[in-house]
C-alpha cells in the first residue's frame, strides 16, 4: 500500500539555504558566496567574536554552571540587560522574554497579536526578509500586505508610497517595521521619516512591532543604531521589538533572542508577559541558555562589554571598507549605472539593483553565488576576491 505521505508536495527550496549548499559543492576555485546572512572575516571565513571565545571558555571551567531549565520566559540578567542595551534605560514598563533568535521572537509576536488583539492583517516592507511573511502566515494571519519601500528607480526609500500604504492600514493591523540595517535593502528611514512613519501608525492606530536583528551594525555604534527603537518609546507607542543577537554577537546557532514589550505601565506589561509565557510554554517549554549567558555576561560586565564594543567595531569597519572599495572599484573600471547607493546602504547588505537575469549570470558563468533579488551580502567580499567580483559585475552590467 501507498505511504500516507505519498500526496505530499515537495516544497519549494529555501533560496538561502539552497545557494549555500549549491556553493559548497561548487569545486570552481574563484567561487564566492555573497548570498549568506552572517559575518565573514578578512579571509572569507566564519568568526566567532574574541570576547565570545573569552566568556566561553570561562564558562566552560564554572562549576556553579549547570544544564537545569530556565525558566519559561528565560534568563533574568540576560532579559534585562538586553533591554537595556536597547532602549538605554530600565523601567518597570519594560519587560522581555527570551526566545531563539529574532524568528522566536517574532514567532511570539504574531502569535500573541492573532490571539490578543484579534488581528489578521500584516503589512511587511516590499521587499522584506524572506521569513517576516511565512512567520505571520503560519501563525494565523491571512492578510499580510507588502507596503511600498524601495524605490527601484532612485536606490533608495520610497516614503511617500510607504506612507500611503500605512495609510490604507485596515484596523486591527500590525506592521513591522525593520529598526535598522534594512534587510534586504540596507535603506533606512532618516529621523524626519521615522517621525512621519511614527505619526501614521498613531493615526491608523497600527500595532507596531519592530524587527531589530542588527544593532551595532549599521554605524557600528549601539545607541545611534537603536534610535528608532527609542523615538518610538519615547512618543509613548505601546510597541513589541524583536531583539535578535544572532549578528552583533556572531551567534547564529545559539538562537539567541528577546521579545521586548513596551507598554503604558508595570500591570499591563506583567498581563502581557505571563500571557507570552503560556505562547513560549507550549510552543518551546523554555529556551536554551548557552548564547543568552554569553550575552548576560558581557552585558553586564562593563570591561567585557567595551571589548563586545570594539569586536563591533571591526565587523562594522570591514563593512564599510569592503562598501568603499567596491563602489570605487566599479568606478574605476566604468561599469555602466550609477553605483553610489552600494556605499549609502546601511548593515551587512546590499541591494544592489542587478536584476534577477544578471544575478543569474554572476552565479551561472561566474560562481559568484547571491539572491535572485540581487541583494549581496558585503562581507562576502575580501580583499582576495573584490577585484573578481566588480569584474563579474561590470560584464553582467555591459552584457545584459
Ligand atoms: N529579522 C531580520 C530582518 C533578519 O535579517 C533576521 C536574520 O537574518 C532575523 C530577523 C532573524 O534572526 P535570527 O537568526 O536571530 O532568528
Not at 564566492?32 to 565570545?52: C, E, F, H, M, Q
Not at 525558566?71 to 530600565?90: M, N, Q, S, T, W
Not at 514598563?93 to 488583539?117: D, E, S
Request: proline letters at 4%; one cysteine or more.
Amino acid at each position: 500500500s501507498s505511504s500516507i505521505f505519498a500526496d505530499i508536495q515537495i516544497a519549494k527550496p529555501i533560496e538561502v539555504f539552497a545557494l549555500i549548499a549549491d556553493y559548497n559543492k561548487d569545486e570552481f576555485k574563484e567561487k564566492v558566496n555573497l548570498s549568506v546572512g552572517a559575518y565573514r572575516d578578512t579571509d572569507g571565513k566564519p568568526w566567532v567574536l574574541p570576547i565570545v571565545r573569552r566568556v566561553e571558555a570561562q564558562m566552560a571551567s564554572d562549576p556553579t554552571l549547570n544544564h537545569e531549565y530556565l525558566p519559561v520566559a528565560g534568563l533574568v540578567d540576560f532579559r534585562k540587560a538586553a533591554i537595556k542595551l536597547l532602549l538605554g534605560e530600565e523601567d518597570s514598563r519594560y519587560g522581555g522574554v527570551q526566545a531563539p533568535g529574532g524568528t522566536g521572537t517574532l514567532r511570539l509576536a504574531a502569535a500573541f497579536t492573532k490571539k490578543f488583539f484579534g488581528c489578521d492583517t500584516v503589512f511587511v516592507s516590499k521587499p522584506t526578509w524572506g521569513n517576516h511573511k511565512g512567520i505571520f502566515s503560519d501563525a494565523g494571519f491571512s492578510n499580510i500586505v507588502e507596503y511600498r519601500y524601495w524605490n527601484a528607480e532612485e536606490k533608495g526609500l520610497d516614503y511617500d508610497g510607504m506612507l500611503e500604504d500605512l495609510r490604507n492600514a485596515p484596523p486591527k493591523s500590525v506592521v513591522i517595521l525593520h529598526a535598522v540595517a534594512h534587510n534586504p535593502t540596507g535603506v533606512d528611514p532618516t529621523q524626519d521619516q521615522w517621525e512621519g512613519i511614527a505619526k501614521v501608525c498613531r493615526e491608523q492606530d497600527i500595532f507596531v512591532v519592530m524587527d531589530c536583528a542588527y544593532q551595532g551594525f549599521a554605524s557600528g555604534n549601539l545607541d545611534t543604531d537603536a534610535w528608532s527603537c527609542r523615538y518610538f518609546k519615547d512618543q509613548g507607542f505601546e510597541f513589541f521589538i524583536c531583539q535578535s543577537f544572532s549578528k552583533n554577537f556572531g551567534l547564529y546557532n545559539e538562537r539567541v533572542g528577546n521579545l521586548c514589550v513596551v507598554a503604558k505601565d508595570c500591570d499591563a506589561k506583567m498581563k502581557t508577559l505571563s500571557q507570552l509565557e503560556l505562547i513560549v510554554r507550549t510552543a518551546w517549554s523554555n529556551p536554551p541558555n548557552h548564547g543568552a549567558r554569553i550575552v548576560a555576561t558581557v552585558l553586564n560586565s562593563p570591561q567585557a562589554y567595551e571589548q563586545w564594543k570594539n569586536d563591533i567595531h571591526t565587523m562594522s569597519q570591514r563593512i564599510l571598507l569592503m562598501r568603499q572599495q567596491l563602489l570605487s572599484k566599479l568606478k574605476a573600471i566604468g561599469c555602466p549605472g550609477t553605483w553610489d547607493h552600494i556605499t549609502k546602504q546601511k548593515g551587512m547588505f546590499s541591494y544592489t539593483g542587478l536584476n534577477a537575469q544578471q544575478s543569474d549570470m554572476l552565479l551561472k558563468k561566474y560562481h559568484i553565488y547571491i539572491m535572485k533579488s540581487g541583494r549581496i551580502n558585503m562581507c562576502g567580499l575580501t580583499p582576495a576576491n573584490i577585484d573578481y567580483v566588480a569584474e563579474a559585475i561590470n560584464a553582467v552590467v555591459t552584457e545584459s
